[in-house]
């Protein structure tokens, strides 16, 4: 049986102070949630601040996007050992904000993921179709050429220590989620493509849901046979929506 994941996306969001009320209320309600994992990924500056006050407990925390590059003149970029030194568990790849507006390519993307990998980071692939995609029936299509990319460079043992989130685009922020049976759907097809690989690193691969996810249809989407977790952005915000979301990936 796999752990549900529930990981919050901060994107350009937060502050000192901010931050720091959003993680002490996420921590005052994460104590009796058993059996399942969660993670925020913060603003590369509020790594240090993520790391101090959620050391030793029950939360993990990431950042939300890498340099494919190790070291060296790449001006504004961030290693993956730089994101070890904060200890983070976790990193995004892929995210569709850094495709469609930071032109990141599905080849970038493996690369990005390769490099955390090799630092023992666990990424986070974001997949998603866009809805003019969706709409001339590609999703499937789009979504397998994303993971194929990645499953090229670095082969599907890999997958044993990554997660991938479905976030359809045109759910992204909009407050139009997917309905249960769509998000399902491409995360079935999403673990069959990966098992086609190796059927064990399949069964064993979260799946996270993304685009707004809100406590309101948190707990038909989790139900879902395929859908282990979801990747939260605005309601991640909010101590009692991220709470809610993950209440109900227990139940
Ligand atoms: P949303 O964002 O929950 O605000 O739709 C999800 C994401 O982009 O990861």
Redesign the pocket.
């Known amino acids: 049986m796999r752990q549900k994941l529930v990981a919050g996306?901060w994107?350009m969001h937060g502050g000192l102070k901010a931050n720091l009320q959003l993680l002490q209320g996420v921590l005052a309600g994460v104590a009796d949630l058993k059996g399942m994992s969660v993670a925020v990924c913060v603003p590369f500056p509020y790594l240090a601040q993520a790391q101090s006050v959620l050391t030793g407990t029950p939360v993990a925390w990431g950042a939300q996007n890498l340099s494919e590059q190790p070291q060296g003149a790449f001006t504004g970029e961030v290693s993956a050992a730089m994101l070890n030194d904060f200890a983070c568990k976790y990193v995004l790849v892929g995210?569709?904000?850094r495709r469609a507006i930071y032109g990141e390519t599905d080849a970038l993307v493996a690369e990005k993921f390769a490099a955390a990998l090799a630092a023992g980071l666990r990424p986070v692939l974001?997949v998603g179709e866009t809805l003019a995609q969706r709409d001339a029936g590609q999703t499937i299509d789009v979504v397998s050429a994303q993971i194929e990319a990645v499953l090229k460079r670095v082969g599907v043992a890999a997958f044993a220590d990554a997660v991938v989130?479905y976030?359809p685009v045109w759910?992204?922020?909009?407050g139009r989620t997917a309905t249960a049976a769509q998000a399902q759907e491409v995360h079935a097809a999403i673990r069959a493509q990966i098992a086609r690989a190796d059927a064990k690193v399949a069964e064993g691969l979260q799946i996270l849901y993304?685009?707004?996810?809100k406590p309101g249809n948190a707990v038909e989407l989790l139900g879902m046979p395929d859908i282990d977790g979801g990747?939260?952005?605005?309601?991640?915000l909010v101590a009692a929506d991220f709470l809610a979301i993950c209440r109900a990936a227990v139940q």
């Open positions: 996306n994107k995210h569709s904000e974001c989130a976030e759910a992204i922020g909009t993304g685009g707004s996810m990747l939260i952005g605005g309601a991640a």
